[in-house]
């Protein structure tokens, strides 16, 4: 029986690792699409936004299996619920890639490519994601913590992102509402880069069994 049982929790593993690798390429596609105008790009994102919503439910519904088969011991209720809160950090990581799709072909338009660190926030995110992801498949505390302090980096960046536009906007080089749009992708990368603090953070909770209140992420908020 635990056989089985341990079988069924390496598969909840599986299932939140490759849920993390598809959060890291749809937030990688979103920060392309700010930069290109590519065939299929916008249909990729999407298609990959409904794939992590469909994953979601399955991990939910492996984790309710995992908890109603049988009385589980503490590290494993732990590292079930812990899967619980971050697949649906994870949903949000995918929609908010989405929802910087959605804002890419104006501001392609806008033409501001080199001209804001946007970019540079962007790969911040995506590593703060691979890092929390690592974190969870292999145990590590470190790991963690390296997540937390990059957090950071990311909200560095957005308000470099936000000085530069507020000096595009007064140079006269920049409309209105492409300056509301970039700002706007910049805030759901710093939402991306607050959802991967939350990951982090139940995986620490998994390890640990210590729920940390730490001031970047929103973890039992």
């Not at 390429?25 to 990959?48: H, S």
């Not at 969870?136 to 913590?145: A, G, I, L, R």
């Not at 390296?146 to 909200?155: L, M």
């Not at 910049?186 to 620490?204: Q, S």
Request: charged share 30%; glycine share 4%.
């Amino acid at each position: 029986m635990r056989k089985a049982y341990d079988l069924q929790l390496k598969e909840l593993h599986d299932m939140v690792k490759e849920m993390g690798d598809m959060c890291e390429e749809i937030i990688t596609l979103a920060a392309k699409a700010l930069q290109v105008e590519e065939d299929g790009l916008y249909e990729r994102i999407f298609g990959l936004d409904a794939k992590i919503d469909r994953a979601q439910n399955e991990v939910e519904t492996l984790c309710l299996r995992l908890l109603l088969r049988q009385q589980p011991i503490a590290s494993d209720l732990r590292r079930i619920s812990a899967a619980l809160k971050m697949v649906s950090d994870m949903e949000r990581i995918g929609d908010q890639a989405a929802d910087i799709a959605e804002l890419s072909p104006y501001l392609i338009r806008a033409n501001l490519k080199g001209q804001l660190h946007i970019q540079e926030m962007a790969q911040a995110a995506v590593l703060m994601v691979v890092d929390s992801v690592t974190a969870f498949v292999k145990d590590d505390h470190e790991m963690v913590q390296t997540v937390i302090k990059a957090d950071d980096t990311v909200d560095a960046l957005f308000e470099q992102v936000r000085d530069e536009l507020i000096v595009m906007i007064r140079e006269n080089t920049i409309d209105a509402k492409a300056a509301l749009d970039m700002l706007m992708a910049a805030k759901y990368f710093e939402r991306i880069g607050d959802h991967a603090v939350n990951i982090a953070e139940w995986v620490d909770y998994s390890i640990t069994g210590e729920l940390q209140n730490n001031e970047h992420g929103n973890m039992g908020r």
